[in-house]
């Protein structure tokens, strides 16, 4: 059985992104020592999770991306979760529809390389059935953990499954004012435990909690 592990960068008054779904302020305060505590987290993965829009996102920009995660994102199997029937070899691609047809048609938009990348998006494994089954047969299965990524409306409803073993918050020196939350609606009270702590020099701190 394996763990359920979600990351995600959160602002100082609770916000995963602006009111718009703004995430540029996660980047203004990185350095190579977060960087890299946050690369381990992706590569160590056994498989990446989340829902259809971000899944769209990020089916378009990884597989001809060149930073540092490109291998760990395009390398490891993904799996998507949406509430209506989808397939990512047909649908996925929608934020960039053209390249993807370029792409299948081996034009120069992409080389031999990226075409294995693209391979591993298109064939992500599809639950569009009820999100606590399908949590609950990626953890039966064998493996390294399960990373889930946001946006705020997914990592709210697996917030709501209790089913998450770690939560790792990336917390930015940076005040939102609004934007957002995934706490927030809770039916239930969710008590943590702190595990671990990691203060970077740019001023990011990384808190790591269980559920007790």
């Not at 949590?135 to 953990?145: F, N, R």
Request: aromatic residues 10%; negative net charge; glycine residues 8%.
């Amino acid at each position: 059985m394996r763990k359920l592990i979600i990351k995600m960068s959160i602002s100082i008054d609770g916000f995963v992104a602006g009111i718009n779904g703004e995430t540029d302020w996660m980047f203004k305060n990185g350095d190579d020592q977060s960087r890299a505590w946050v690369l381990h987290i992706c590569e160590t993965a056994g498989i990446h999770i989340m829902g259809r829009k971000t899944f769209e996102v990020m089916a378009s920009y990884w597989p001809t991306a060149t930073n540092s995660f490109a291998a760990a994102m395009n390398r490891i199997p993904k799996a998507l979760f949406t509430n209506n029937s989808y397939d990512p070899k047909t649908e996925a691609f929608s934020a960039g529809k053209v390249f993807f047809k370029q792409a299948q048609q081996g034009k120069d938009v992409v080389n031999e390389e990226n075409m294995e990348a693209i391979s591993s998006w298109a064939n992500a494994r599809v639950f569009d059935g009820d999100l606590i089954a399908g949590i609950k047969a990626l953890k039966a299965e064998d493996g390294s953990p399960i990373l889930a990524h946001g946006g705020a409306d997914f990592m709210r409803s697996l917030i709501e499954t209790e089913l998450i073993d770690e939560y790792h918050l990336v917390t930015h020196p940076v005040a939102l004012g609004t934007g957002l939350p995934i706490f927030d609606g809770l039916s239930r009270f969710l008590d943590l435990k702190l595990v671990n702590v990691q203060v970077f020099p740019g001023g990011v701190v990384a808190h790591s909690y269980c559920p007790v």
